[in-house]
């Protein structure tokens, strides 16, 4: 009878086993302050040949910086400065394939991404694009990637939004805004030097770490929650809480806020995230709203949903005087407070993950419209 029951089990496991997610991780990772400077040597036995130039694509904030100098330029390597101001496009991902394709006569030895998820998803679209035909929006989705990627490296200069170790690129396309997820898109490499981060003014470095801080209580409080996500989850909200509760010099956030990030990345990774994203993605639809302040702006009325989190952001958000603006939804019309809260209930991962799987009995347009007018 034991030997029976015994073999059932492992026959149920098996089944289950094949639903199992089976996701890249990063596979080279270096930490330090001042690690930048390793970038060259890192990068010389990637170097294919002297006509396959390694391509810098790099927040336009550094302009004129002591970062530019550092950079390890060689033969005919290109820096391309880009502005964060918005978040990326699939035809600006396109526009910079063109570009590459036309100025080169070989594929680049490697894409190099340094900034904020901004940047850092432009890298992973650039690099996925080199290398497949037609436009980025044709492979935002899940999966629809068939040819490896160019080797292309992530070096954050802010923290939170664990864009270094995600499987996606999130880009705003004609007509939807969706990552493009496939394990071609992970970072051969990532570099991590707490010491870049050092000159983001304070209202960003909330508002990216606050997406940090999001995910964990959206992944820890989620029904895909399991020991994996939430073992990393747990790590990176105790970091998080050290950084914006704490007491900790300028120097040794920074070096905890990185790591934070990269855990909260890691924690998503095998869960999902929740309610705070889901209407963050209709705000950034319809208007533009950036994702970390989106977050903030739609997180702090969820109290209903994670009162704990919710509670736990006021304080931080207190202890630092960070006054969110308001007023973002008081001119919209009925149609586009429908087009939010359609992209919002697109997003049905999410709202599977925060409320379960009957999650349609348990939220709808009225309520989502109730939150948005908070706004
Ligand atoms: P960001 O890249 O948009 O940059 C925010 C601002 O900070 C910009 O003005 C930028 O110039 C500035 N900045 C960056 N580093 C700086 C530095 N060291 N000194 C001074 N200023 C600096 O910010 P973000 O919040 O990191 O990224 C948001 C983007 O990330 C969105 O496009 C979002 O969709 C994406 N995202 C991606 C993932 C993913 O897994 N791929 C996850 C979350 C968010
Ligand atoms: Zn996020």
Redesign the pocket.
């Known amino acids: 009878m034991e030997i029976k029951k015994d073999i059932q089990s492992q026959q149920i496991s098996k089944i289950q086993a094949v639903g199992y997610r089976n996701f890249p991780m990063v596979p080279k990772v270096v930490y330090g302050k001042g690690s930048f400077d390793q970038l060259g040597e890192i990068l010389m036995p990637r170097r294919k040949n002297a006509d396959a130039a390694c391509i810098f694509l790099v ?3 550094f302009e004129g910086t002591q970062l530019m100098a550092r950079l390890p330029l060689i033969f005919n390597d290109q820096v391309i400065l880009i502005s ?2 918005e ?2 496009k699939t035809d600006q991902v396109d526009a910079l394939v063109a570009k590459i394709k036309k100025e080169y006569s070989e594929l680049p030895s490697g894409i190099i991404g340094i ?7 432009l890298a ?1 679209a650039v690099a996925i694009m080199l290398q497949n035909e037609g436009s980025a929006s044709k492979y935002q989705g899940w999966d629809l990637v068939r040819k490896p990627s160019i080797y292309h490296v992530g070096i ?3 923290s ?4 270094e170790v ?1 499987r ?3 880009l705003l396309g004609p007509d939807k805004k969706l ?1 493009i997820n496939s394990d071609y898109t992970v970072f051969d490499q990532v570099l991590l030097d707490p010491d ?6 304070k209202e ?1 470095w909330f ?2 770490g606050m ?1 940090c801080f999001i995910h964990c209580i959206e992944s820890l409080n989620g029904t895909y929650l399991n020991a994996f996500s939430q073992s990393y989850g747990e790590k990176a909200l105790e970091l998080c809480k050290e950084v914006y509760l704490g007491s900790l010099c300028d120097s040794e956030a920074r070096e905890k806020l990185m790591m934070a990030s990269w855990h909260g ?1 890691m924690s998503i990774a095998y869960s999902q995230v929740g309610v705070a994203h889901a209407m963050s993605y209709g705000l950034s639809y319809l208007l533009g709203v ?3 302040i989106g977050n903030c702006l739609v997180f702090q009325h969820l109290e209903e949903f994670y009162p704990e989190g919710v509670a736990m952001f006021h304080q931080m958000r207190k202890k630092h005087g960070i006054q969110l603006p308001t007023g973002i939804c008081a001119q919209l019309s009925d149609d586009e407070y429908d087009v939010m809260i359609k992209v919002s209930l697109g997003m049905e991962p999410l709202w599977e993950n925060a409320l379960g799987k009957d999650w349609r009995t348990k939220i709808g347009p009225d309520q989502l419209k109730a939150i948005y007018s908070k706004i």
């Open positions: 927040d336009d904030v964060a101001d978040e990326p900034g904020g998820g901004t940047l850092l998803d992973k954050p200069t802010i939170g939004t664990g864009a995600s996606t690129t999130v990552g870049l981060t050092e000159g983001v003014d960003q508002y990216t997406d990345g950036k994702h970390g």
